[in-house]
């Protein structure tokens, strides 16, 4: 982002493998920022192999206290047009086969999760994103697809019948993670396309959805500036003590090793 002061890389070792890049961290506004971007530079990782875990602990590890993910996504509802962005309050997890926990290995929690996004930072997220670009919604269903590959006219319908507002392929486990690690999670969904639903436009293209990504990138730093401007100095929304009482296993049977592994969200808690 322009403007941004001590611009450095960091790289982070986590006990869950690599994450997808360094990141990029630098002052905004005078708070601290770090940029990750999921897919690695260039765009190298498909969905179904990011390093969800890796990714999250690596925020967590540098003293993140906030996760905004700007994220791209097709549209599943005839208001919600290409280059809209919703700030979505809930997720439909459709993945098949990627880890979305940090426990087990002797340890068992369970995380409170009905209400998946921070209320704090998505309230957030709407006001700056509403300064910005005037077609902002606020509420929706994301609903998480394994991909790479795009719908079929089939299940998009179904998807829509099940009340999904916009699809993506990233937001989770991401941010059932984040809510393991103890960190304010929101999701500015910008809408590229119709998904294949729609039968009066095109199908889906990578194309098409380049093109309005491009054409949002500039709004994107506008919106992450503005986010910056009005985060408060601490949370008051709950989502820093979410393991407090999640952990279900006697301390003194976790195993040391994943004892060990889980001290960065655990820690405190012994």
Not at 42 to 48: F, L, N, V
Not at 55 to 60: E, H, V
Not at 106 to 124: K, Q, R, S, T
Not at 176 to 185: G, N, P, Q, V
Request: with cysteine; charged share 25%.
């Amino acid at each position: 982002m322009e403007g941004m002061k001590n611009v450095r890389t960091v790289s982070v070792k986590t006990p869950f493998g690599e994450p997808s890049d360094a990141m990029v961290v630098g002052e905004v506004e005078g708070r601290t920022l770090a940029f990750l971007p999921r897919h690695g530079r260039g765009h190298r990782i498909i969905p179904s192999q990011i390093n969800y875990r890796a990714n999250i602990y690596a925020l967590k590890k540098i003293g993140a206290k906030w996760v905004l993910s700007i994220s791209a996504v097709g549209s599943m509802k005839e208001n919600i047009r290409p280059g809209d962005i919703v700030v979505v309050d809930q997720f439909y997890d459709h993945t098949k086969f990627r880890p979305s926990t940090f426990f087990g290995d002797g340890v068992v929690g369970h995380i409170p999760f009905a209400d998946p996004v921070c209320p704090e930072l998505a309230g957030i997220a709407y006001a700056a994103a509403k300064k910005v670009v005037k077609r902002t919604h606020r509420g929706g269903t994301y609903i998480c697809m394994e991909g790479p590959a795009f719908s079929t006219r089939a299940e998009s319908r179904v998807y829509r019948k099940w009340g999904a507002d916009v699809i993506g392929m990233t937001n989770m486990p991401e941010a059932k993670l984040a809510r393991e690690a103890e960190l304010c999670y929101a999701t500015l969904a910008l809408a590229t396309d119709y998904d294949c639903w729609h039968e009066s436009e095109e199908d889906v293209s990578i194309e098409a959805i380049l093109a309005i990504i491009r054409k949002n990138v500039e709004n994107s730093k506008r919106i992450i500036r503005e986010v910056v401007r009005r985060l408060p100095g601490t949370d008051s929304c709950g989502c820093g003590e979410a393991l407090r009482h999640a952990v279900i296993t006697d301390r003194k049977r976790i195993p040391a090793a994943t004892r060990k592994r889980l001290s960065l969200f655990l820690g405190k808690y012994s």
